[in-house]
T-cell receptor
Framework: ETGVTQSPTHLIKTRGQQVTLRCSSQ?????VSWYQQALGQGPQFIFQ???????GRGNFPPRFSGLQFPNYSSELNVNALELDDSALYLC??????????FGPGTRLTVL | DAKTTQPTSMDCAEGRAANLPCNHS???????VYWYRQIHSQGPQYIIH???NNETNEMASLIITEDRKSSTLILPHATLRDTAVYYC???????????????FGKGTKLSVKP
């Protein structure tokens, strides 16, 4: 049974650019949640996808968007990057609302 | 905002039990207590969760007070690899989306020392 994987591991972008982060969910899981973790803080909920539909959203602007595919993998897209978007982006998969299992994260640096 | 209060940091000697407290005085009847930990720069790792009864698994034990306003996570024999930030979270387990998401506070930084 493979766990949650994320790509890329690290990414450097400049302000104003767009970025796509990817997540493969754990086998048997149909729900993916995305979190943003700034340095020294706990993770903050961005949104959740279930059956390819957005199923809840935290306090993040519309330039944060996502997709879930039929195989339950997911993408997080961020447009018009800002310096404050620099963070560790975490993906977590679960079977419906059961306990969430996290991937290793993608470290995004915006210059 | 997180509905839990945890000490900022704790130390524990290797081989001894680590007891991590958490206050959740406003917990609702349908909210579970979850514990995750995060080792430096890795994704959070699920440890255990419970509603009202004490729970135990291969990683830890969770003791919830009778009034459910506080709980304690117990690592019975702490090792150096247990050094991490431990997050206590209350969550409605039966819902997805915004209601079922995890609201992390700042957690407790546990340092296990030789």
């Amino acid at each position: 049974e493979t766990g949650v994987t994320q790509s890329p591991t690290h990414l450097i972008k400049t302000r104003g650019q767009q970025v796509t982060l990817r997540c493969s969910s754990q086998s048997g899981h149909n729900t993916v949640s995305w979190y943003q973790q700034a340095l020294g803080q706990g993770p903050q909920f961005i949104f959740q996808y279930y059956r390819e539909e957005e199923n809840g959203r935290g306090n993040f602007p519309p330039r944060f968007s996502g997709l879930q595919f039929p195989n339950y993998s997911s993408e997080l897209n961020v447009n018009a990057l800002e310096l404050d978007d620099s963070a560790l982006y975490l993906c977590a998969s679960s079977f419906r609302s059961n306990e969430q299992f996290f991937g290793p994260g993608t470290r995004l640096t915006v210059l | 905002d997180a509905k839990t209060t945890q000490p900022t940091s704790m130390d524990c000697a290797e081989g001894r039990a680590a007891n991590l407290p958490c206050n959740h005085s406003t917990i609702s009847g349908n909210e579970y207590v979850y514990w995750y930990r995060q080792i430096h720069s890795q994704g959070p790792q699920y440890i255990i969760h419970g509603l009202k009864n004490n729970e135990t698994n291969e990683m830890a034990s969770l003791i919830i007070t009778e009034d459910r306003k506080s709980s304690t996570l117990i690592l019975p024999h702490a090792t150096l690899r247990d050094t991490a930030v431990y997050y206590c979270i209350v969550r409605v387990s039966n819902y997805g989306g915004s209601q079922g998401n995890l609201i992390f506070g700042k957690g407790t930084k546990l340092s296990v020392k030789p």
